[in-house]
């Protein structure tokens, strides 16, 4: 029982120390999703209209 119970505590303390330095260092902006405009052929996927608003 003594066992579980400093195995518990070790994952804890285990996962807030990751946690903590997780904030510390950011990932790179470059693997930040970007928001993408949407292309005639990707708005088609969405179930837009590309054609709408498009003079001819």
Same mark, same amino acid.
């Not at 119970?5 to 950011?26: D, Q, Y």
């Given at each position: 029982? !003594?066992?579980? %119970? @400093? &195995? =518990?505590? %070790?994952? @804890? &303390?285990?996962?807030? &120390? &990751?946690?903590? =330095? #997780?904030? !510390? %260092? /950011? =990932? #790179?902006? /470059?693997?930040? /999703?970007?928001? /993408?405009?949407? #292309?005639?052929?990707? #708005?088609?996927?969405? $179930?837009?209209?590309?054609? !709408? $608003?498009?003079?001819?």
């Amino acid at each position: 029982m !003594k066992n579980l %119970f @400093a &195995v =518990i505590i %070790f994952i @804890a &303390v285990a996962m807030s &120390v &990751v946690n903590l =330095i #997780s904030r !510390k %260092f /950011r =990932i #790179s902006e /470059r693997y930040d /999703r970007a928001p /993408r405009e949407l #292309s005639a052929w990707k #708005s088609l996927d969405k $179930g837009i209209d590309p054609t !709408k $608003g498009k003079k001819k």
